[in-house]
Structure formats: C-alpha cells, structure tokens
C-alpha cells in the first residue's frame, strides 16, 4: 500500500513559532506569551525588552485563552481586501489599526487576575480555526500538568499544533 502525502496550504502565518527553547503564541514583533516548562512569560515588543512578567506553573490557578479571531476564515482578507472594496464602493469597513487580539486570561495562586494580550500577525485576528486549537491547547495545559513537560522540547511539539 502506498502512503499518501496530505499537502496543506496555509493563506496565514501560524499562531505559534518555536525559539529559545519555548513555544510562543502572537506575532513576534508585537506583544507574545511564551510557553515554556517552567511557566509562561508576557513579553513586550522587542524595543521594549523591559516590558515582560513571568508566571510559574505552580503560581497558576487558572489560565484561559480568549482567542482574537477574524471574521472570514483568511485574517488577511479582513485586512486588505474589504477595506479595499469598502473604500470603493465609499463603506467604512472598520479601523485596521484596531488589532482584534487575543487575551491570555491568568488567576495567580493569590487570586490576582491578569488579562495579557498577544497581538496577531494581522489586524483582523487569528484564523478560527488556529483560534479553537490554541484554545484547547492552553486549556489541555491547565487540566494536565504532565502535559506541560512537553514545553521542555517546542520544535517537536509545534508540528503537532498545526
């Protein structure tokens, strides 16, 4: 029997990437979580490197991810081309410089809420369905701990994402 490649096209970035031995979720020019087997860190635009805070995993009570998503299934049709077609035909689409982000919603052991927001590769948000999967992800993250050592390797892990 002959094994069949399964070709997939992506129209968008992806959600995630792997670098330093951590998987980040948001565009890596703006606002980012990063993941990693000991906890999560905010981390500022990259002319800020002061802006960032870490959350260990044991200081973790509840983390929920509230994903930024667009309205069609390609972010960058939301960006370019409805606004385009709205100048034309004289609609006012919407402001493209107003990020639909996504909020990594975090309660601390001491009850303190923090709501982080990570900022898309475009405006319009994150494809829905990179949304419903980096939801489930960070929630598989919360109801099992052993999952999180997976975190310790993010190049093998980032394939399984997809």
Known sequence: MQAHK???LRFTPLPWSAQDNV???GNTDGRVVAFGAAGLRHQGKPADPGAR???PWDEIR???LIPGTAVTPFPWLNDYLLPTIGTVLGIDYYDT???NRSVLRIVTADFDEHNLAIEPHYPAGISRTDGRRA???VDRL???PEF???LAYPEQLLPALL
Request: charge should be positive.
């Open 142 to 144: 919360m109801a099992e």
């Open 62 to 64: 509840e983390l929920r």
């Open 135 to 137: 939801a489930r992800f």
């Open 97 to 99: 410089n107003n990020a």
């Open 148 to 150: 999180r050592l997976l």
């Open 53 to 55: 805070r870490d959350f």
């Open 6 to 8: 399964i070709i997939s």
């Open 23 to 25: 998987l980040v979720l």
